[in-house]
């Protein structure tokens, strides 16, 4: 049976072995805490993504998408209308240079650098000058979980990391630090082997194979 929130719930609530309601009412924010972590540790939780869109002529700053975590790559299409094959990199960069290469934004031109302006935006240099297609590969965070949100990413293709992250939280909440080297050496275990994983998937992308 594949967990959800509502069984991730009752499972921490064994674990600790604990009835109290205080204890109760905090298992959400730990399962919240764990959320957190794993998204800041884990390489890759799998969550790749791609969007489409256009840019806007004289517009630079464009917002990153909803749970934007890291970008994998950004390229956009030249070419007629309706057949723009030809697809251009678009290359990460500094915030200083690219504003130091393109210092005038009201100037436009194709682009060709792009940098984090802040944490919801990009800023793209040069300007553009034309409405070009544009694809966006992302890692993204998992929903958080809720009791209307029951799955996820991480329940779905990581329960053990996720349940022994929550486990984790709860013990200097609940000043059990003698279970701290337990929780985590679980947790660790879980989460190397979600990294070597992800290592594997990157290698693999990465080679080039005659066959399969």
């Given at each position: 049976m594949s967990m959800t929130y509502n069984s991730l719930l009752e499972q921490i609530?064994?674990?600790?072995?604990?009835?109290?309601?205080?204890?109760?009412?905090?298992?959400?924010?730990?399962?919240?805490?764990?959320?957190?972590?794993?998204?800041?540790?884990?390489?890759?939780?799998?969550?790749?993504?791609?969007?489409?869109?256009?840019?806007?002529?004289?517009?630079?700053?464009?917002?990153?998408?909803?749970?934007?975590?890291?970008?994998?790559?950004?390229?956009?299409?030249?070419?007629?209308?309706?057949?723009?094959?030809?697809?251009?990199?678009?290359?990460?960069?500094?915030?200083?240079?690219?504003?130091?290469?393109?210092?005038?934004?009201?100037?436009?031109?194709?682009?060709?650098?792009?940098?984090?302006?802040?944490?919801?935006?990009?800023?793209?240099?040069?300007?553009p000058d034309l409405a070009y297609p544009f694809e966006l590969a992302y890692l993204e965070l998992p929903q958080p979980l809720s009791f209307i949100v029951q799955t996820n990413w991480l329940t779905n293709y990581a329960p053990d990391i996720l349940l022994y992250g929550a486990l984790l939280e709860s013990a200097p909440y609940l000043k059990t630090d003698e279970r701290i080297p337990v929780w985590q050496k679980y947790y660790d275990r879980a989460l190397n082997s979600l990294n070597h994983q992800d290592d594997m998937r990157t290698t693999d992308r990465n080679s080039y194979r005659e066959s399969d």
């Amino acid at each position: 049976m594949s967990m959800t929130y509502n069984s991730l719930l009752e499972q921490i609530e064994n674990y600790l072995d604990r009835n109290d309601q205080d204890t109760i009412d905090q298992i959400p924010n730990f399962i919240s805490q764990a959320e957190q972590r794993i998204c800041r540790e884990s390489k890759n939780i799998g969550l790749e993504v791609y969007v489409t869109s256009t840019f806007t002529p004289t517009q630079s700053v464009y917002p990153k998408p909803g749970r934007w975590r890291r970008t994998i790559s950004f390229n956009y299409g030249t070419g007629p209308v309706g057949l723009e094959n030809k697809r251009n990199q678009i290359q990460l960069r500094s915030y200083e240079f690219v504003r130091n290469y393109w210092p005038n934004s009201t100037e436009t031109g194709a682009p060709l650098y792009y940098c984090d302006y802040g944490y919801t935006n990009f800023l793209v240099s040069p300007t553009p000058d034309l409405a070009y297609p544009f694809e966006l590969a992302y890692l993204e965070l998992p929903q958080p979980l809720s009791f209307i949100v029951q799955t996820n990413w991480l329940t779905n293709y990581a329960p053990d990391i996720l349940l022994y992250g929550a486990l984790l939280e709860s013990a200097p909440y609940l000043k059990t630090d003698e279970r701290i080297p337990v929780w985590q050496k679980y947790y660790d275990r879980a989460l190397n082997s979600l990294n070597h994983q992800d290592d594997m998937r990157t290698t693999d992308r990465n080679s080039y194979r005659e066959s399969d």
